[in-house]
């Protein structure tokens, strides 16, 4: 299966299998070093390691196959990346990625509307977001069956959502199929809370906001310098400076986590943000990121360990960027 996609501002394009792409993906993102509180190619975390990962990657490629098939429902495809990638890994890895790669590949491959004459596809926010409405039910009770395969970590659901508590696995899909919630239903609730201290879910939030932040940190990549490894580690610094990480606001609290994003946004080039003053990736230039001190996040990734402040969902947009990074051009080779 493979995809056109054209670079906006170069307008050279790609005939690479979208599916080597999103591999190549995963495994860039781990390989991006440093990337404070993650796992990186000079830092394990207890029994999460880098070869772990980089297992990971490769047991995820059947599902991801299905993600690019026009054919299969999208939740089934995510179910089965992430099984396969718990098999080869033994333990969870990628979940997020995943989940954010499944419709980033459907939209890679599903072409443009049928009332839309352009000869070619582009990768944008606007066909994400076609395939994340198209999505049913019965993508929504995968997506729930999912989480019986590794431990993912979450917060507590708001108090009047217990029934949806994804931790329920497939014991949720009556409710699911009463309420008839579809995975992009679901996304909904999760990206916007409504305690107004809750860090929302970011991942969710790409599904239905069109996944901003993913093409945001995309263009840093593609326009940045050097090694794809490094670029991705820059990226990895943006996206924590613009918006409070959703795994450390479940492990730690809120307010840890917009400490996090303060202390990465000192590492970025002419911004100055304390914890109240992060919460939009648009105020996050190109520039700035690209003048990243990749020496100082050294330091940071070691406290980050030390602490054990973990930003894992923003290791999962990190991974998004690069795959429509590689989509519009982006190259391993110098």
């Not at 495809?77 to 333990?91: I, L, N, P, S, W």
């Not at 991705?232 to 400490?259: K, N, S």
């Amino acid at each position: 299966m493979t995809g056109r996609t054209g670079d906006r501002e170069t307008g050279r394009g790609t005939d690479r299998d979208p599916v080597d792409d999103a591999t190549l993906a995963l495994l860039l993102e781990v390989a991006g070093t440093p990337k404070p509180g993650n796992v990186d190619r000079r830092r394990d975390l207890g029994d999460l390691r880098f070869e772990s990962f980089l297992g990971g990657a490769v047991g995820a490629r059947a599902g991801l196959e299905l993600a690019a098939d026009g054919e299969a429902p999208i939740g089934d495809a995510f179910e089965c990346a992430v099984a396969g990638m718990a098999d080869r890994a033994g333990t969870n890895t990628q979940f997020g990625c995943l989940l954010l790669l499944g419709p980033l590949l459907r939209a890679t491959v599903a072409g443009p509307p049928a009332d839309d004459a352009s000869p070619s596809v582009d990768l944008d926010s606007d066909a994400v977001d076609r395939v994340t409405r198209d999505t049913t039910v019965a993508d929504a009770v995968a997506f729930y069956r999912a989480f019986e395969r590794v431990d993912v970590a979450v917060a507590d659901p708001p108090a009047d959502a217990t029934e949806l508590d994804v931790r329920r696995g497939s014991d949720a899909a009556p409710t699911l199929r009463d309420r008839e919630l579809t995975l992009r239903d679901v996304m909904a609730i999760s990206a916007a809370p409504d305690d107004p201290d809750r860090v929302p879910d970011r991942n969710a939030q790409e599904w239905v906001e069109g996944f901003p932040r993913t093409f945001r940190a995309a263009e840093w990549i593609r326009t940045d310098a050097g090694p794809l490894t490094d670029r991705a580690a820059r990226a990895f610094l943006g996206l924590l400076a613009a918006e409070p990480d959703t795994l450390v606001a479940a492990t730690h609290g809120p307010e840890t986590a917009r400490e996090a994003s303060a202390r990465a946004a000192a590492l970025l080039d002419g911004v100055d943000a304390g914890p109240d003053d992060v919460g939009d990736v648009d105020e996050i230039g190109a520039d700035a990121v690209h003048g990243a001190d990749l020496d100082a996040a050294e330091a940071l990734a070691t406290a980050f360990v030390d602490e054990g402040i973990n930003p894992g969902t923003t290791a999962d947009l990190t991974c998004a960027a690069l795959y429509v990074a590689l989509r519009r051009g982006a190259e391993v080779a110098p």
